[in-house]
């Protein structure tokens, strides 16, 4: 059964760095696309990063610089390295698995259930 599950998560203060993780169960990982994705308190979810099978990455602009995604292969996981938090990074951070490798990356097929990022000012 393919699965998803994110850790990492927690309250850390502005300038501060996280790190996520995302284990995957999902047959033949390496030919997937996995990100990363945010819901931020009242809005709606949004892009932050991807990683396709050949290891393109894609970030949003609003992440561009501050966070890294990587992967895994051999241990099926997905990292996002997140530094220089900002309060506006506090949100519900999701791991997501597709086959798209071409944004836009809005038809991923697994989704995780969330971790949550507190940034305090």
């Known amino acids: 059964q393919e699965q998803l599950v994110e850790s990492g998560g927690g309250l850390v203060q502005a300038g501060g760095s996280l790190r996520l993780s995302c284990a995957a169960s999902?047959?033949?990982?390496?030919?997937?696309?996995v990100g990363w994705f945010r819901q931020a308190p009242g809005k709606e979810r949004e892009f932050a990063a991807t990683?396709?099978?050949?290891?393109?990455?894609y970030y949003s602009d609003s992440v561009k610089g501050r966070f890294t995604i990587s992967r895994d292969n051999a241990k099926n996981m997905v990292y996002l390295q997140m530094n220089s938090l900002k309060p506006e990074d506090t949100a519900v951070y999701y791991c997501?698995?597709?086959?798209?490798?071409?944004?836009?990356?809005?038809?991923?097929?697994?989704w995780g259930k969330g971790t949550l990022v507190t940034v305090s000012s």
């Open positions: 999902l047959a033949i990982f390496d030919y997937y696309t």
């Open positions: 990683i396709t099978s050949i290891r393109n990455t």
């Open positions: 997501a698995a597709g086959r798209r490798s071409v944004p836009p990356f809005n038809d991923m097929a697994f």
